[in-house]
């Protein structure tokens, strides 16, 4: 056991005294050759001898430990980021060498949860410029996995998320690749959303992959779309997500180099960002989305990076599933030329293949863009691609829909004026999504629809019928306002 | 054993996705009637079943565990105050009873070490408004011991450090209580200096008293002069130092409110702040310390304390000895009136006693104020004092000086330029101070004065002659320029 991220070596208040160490203080640990650097804690409890030290299995194993053996305690350094992360708290800009180091050690386990803190909160309160967010982005790169590939092109795509149901990426990555393109596509897991692109492919194939074996199915099928936290990109980053996470801290610049290390550390250098935008989503109005999209293109600039922002509506769900097996079923539907395929969903995946194409030298109109991107669609051939990226993955039986469902009607009649997404994502989740990936909700009137009293607005799936209560209990109808 | 400052409870990985667990996660854990409130961390090891929850010692202890009990494991809420933490690092202001529920959350160990380094980090970089400082003052005194007075007057003082030998103290509180006024002080161990006030007073008296023997004592003598430490005055202060330590951060309203709260929760009304000045102080220039003091001089007004300020000389040590027992010597020289008692001390103390008596509505004028001070200095009034208080704290026996001494003389003659305050003090804590309390520093030249050749500068005591080398391979003499 390791408490966060550091080996913790623990004695009595006495000996602490003695040697003149206080809590939080590093301490090299020697036996025999074997070294380690662990954090010193002090304990209180009257369990420790005086010529004693505590350690957890995970420090005793790693220093191989025999009980009785003797043990050499001595105050070790500070690490080097330390007076860094000082300076960035001071308010003082930092270096490429220096976020470097700091990185470096994040990602050695050398700095504390404490000091990782103090690196969080720094970049909150006192903002990371532009240069200081790429050379962030360098540091977190040059500490983790990185792809590497002969192509000239690689393309790749970011939402900064909100919109329930959005799954653009399962449409845009076959897409994108069947036109000859690479796309090396890392996604994440729902953390309090009923599914994340990570999730909703783990329905159809296998999504927990090695950097080795992503870049052998890149190099056989083009591309992939698999879980981000299956490869250790960005390792840096995952650290500092514990640390972030009690006060669901996201610093702004922290956030930026994040998305643009995913993107670096793949080699991608032709990028498409999508700003979902409006009261519900995460960027509120135009002066906030402009805001961003100026800070993602000069980040992408100093990164020798192309890119397209699009900013788009967070005003409602995107496609009519929401959960996994529902967004499959969405994705598939769309790939198959099905009449019944949510138009909204089909038409961002074109507008966003279409975008990305354009950034490219190979296509010099916008026109003639769109038409590459309606016409794999079409041809049938982007979904040719898609089961054999699925197939390189590792092909899974998609599970069915949830054998029960809660019919939400409307109360009055109506048009519908406002969808709320966050409380449909909690329907959703409430009815089991993502563990239960047969779980979720398809919505059956969009933004606009008039809607006669008893109409159906959207229907809640449930794998398990004991999750039914909770959502009854949520009331569902108001999810929806009718006007 | 506890991590940090909370009880820790573990399950492993699956365990925490099936329940929805993070680390750092709060859970309250339940066993029949028993139930305690935990932060969760996950293992990677092995060595936890899918049904069990790792505990530590004193978490054990606390719910009365036994082996194979039934354990319900469930997510508490968030502490109330990672909001208030969240909204001061977005750069508002808190209220009252939002640093209130802070600071009560810390004394109660309810903030996690990752919290109150937010909070630290967000008192920092955002800093703290007046109003916020006597409001975070409040809520630390409300939240610890306090001790009360019937007497109308309470005076205090304190001095922001970084002086050596400067232990005005030990003769500021016997000349003060000697006329009649109650003075209850606590004073700190050294962290980093050669000797606190605590290590100084711990050689003739103990230092180790609750709140309640001290307020016996003051009663029978009117003062103490005792380790903060030992008594429970200011309690959340304790734990935030836990976590300011790592990057030793000293966040401006933080300092202010701690060094404020010292005074409030001993009931001190009429309190005389010491600044040292210059560039090897802490505080550098006449801009900082008049900014410093007109802080100082707001906070106490917002709660109705009577204040004064000083701005006195960081140039060079006060007294010559400097090292518990060689401070403790020159005390008691000053306090007999031997000739030989360092004038720089005596002046300071009798300017400081005058400054506080001045501060009570029992003198009108400075100059009786000052003739006050002389006079139970020089009756021996303060002396026969100083000794009721070591009494009636408990007298020790003053162990030697170290036996071992090393010379330090001037290398060529001239006048002294400048002496090194960090590096005096860092011979005499290489020397052994405090640890080996006979240990220390005596200067016998000062700022000003002329040198031959060969005129010894300084003299080194050691209790363990060991340590000379250590000291030599400093140079000693290069903390003195002579021109």
């Keep these: 056991m390791r408490v966060g991220n550091k080996y913790i070596a623990i004695v009595n208040q006495k000996v602490a005294e003695e040697l003149d160490l206080r809590a939080a203080d590093r301490v090299d640990l020697k036996i ?3 070294d380690l650097t662990a954090i010193l804690d002090i304990s209180e409890q009257k ?11 995970e420090t005793w194993d790693k220093l191989k430990v025999k009980r009785g053996d003797r043990i050499t305690v001595k105050i070790a350094p500070k690490p080097e980021g330390d007076k860094y992360i000082k300076k960035k708290l001071e308010g003082h800009e930092l270096s490429a ?22 690196f969080v909160s720094a970049c909150f309160c006192n903002g990371l410029s532009d240069d200081e967010t790429a050379d962030l982005t360098r540091a977190i790169v040059k500490h983790g996995d990185q792809l590497k ?3 000239k092109i690689v393309m790749d795509k970011h939402c900064i998320g909100g919109v329930p149901g959005n799954r653009t990426t399962m449409l845009v990555v ?4 069947s036109l000859g393109y690479t796309m090396p596509k890392t996604s994440s897991r729902a953390i309090t959303s009923p599914a994340g692109t990570a999730d909703t492919m783990e329905v159809i194939a296998n999504v927990v992959n090695d950097a080795k074996k992503l870049q052998k199915i890149a190099k056989k099928v083009g591309g992939f779309i698999t879980w981000g936290g299956g490869v250790d990109l960005a390792a840096a ?25 995913k993107k670096h550390s793949v080699s991608a250098n032709n990028v498409i960002i999508d700003i979902p935008m409006g009261e519900q989503g995460k960027v509120k109005d135009k002066k906030a989305a402009n805001h961003l999209k100026k800070r993602f293109l000069t980040i992408a600039k100093l990164l020798g990076m192309k890119m397209k922002v699009v900013i788009t509506s967070a005003d409602q769900p995107i496609g009519n599933g929401i959960g996994p097996v529902l967004e499959v079923e969405d994705i598939l539907k769309v790939l198959k030329n099905d009449p019944d395929a949510p138009k909204d969903l ?12 354009y950034l490219s030298p190979d296509y010099k109109l916008k026109s003639s863009a769109k038409r590459a991107a309606k016409k794999t669609l079409k041809s049938g051939k982007a979904y040719e691609q898609f089961m054999k990226i699925v197939k390189a993955q590792g092909e899974k039986k998609v599970p069915p829909i949830g054998e029960f469902k809660m019919v939400v009607k409307a109360n ?33 009137a969009k933004l606009g629809d008039k809607v006669k009293k008893g109409s159906t607005l959207f229907t809640v799936y449930f794998e398990n019928d004991d999750r039914m209560k909770y959502v009854k209990e949520l009331k569902p109808v108001k999810a929806y306002t009718i006007n």
């Excluded at 369990?47 to 299995?57: C, P, T, Y």
């Excluded at 109506?414 to 239960?436: C, E, L, M, S, W």
């Design 149 to 151: 590939f002969h192509h």
């Design 32 to 34: 025999g050759r074997r």
């Design 237 to 261: 980053d995952d650290k500092l997500i514990r640390v972030r996470y009690p006060l669901k801290l996201d610093p702004e610049g922290m956030l930026l180099a994040s998305i643009m290390a």
């Design 412 to 444: 009055k009649p109506g048009k519908v004026q406002k969808i709320q997404n966050k409380f449909i994502a909690t329907i959703a989740r409430q009815a089991g999504a993502p563990k239960d990936p047969g779980a979720g909700v398809v919505i059956n």
């Design 174 to 177: 076959p897409m994108i690749t």
């Design 346 to 357: 089909r038409k961002k995946a074109i507008m966003l293949v279409s975008e990305l194409l």
């Design 97 to 118: 060498d220096e976020f470097d180091t700091i990185i470096k050690e994040v990602v050695d386990d050398d700095l504390s949860d404490i000091e990782m803190t103090y």
């Design 47 to 57: 369990e420790l001898g005086d010529n004693e030290v505590g350690l957890f299995a």
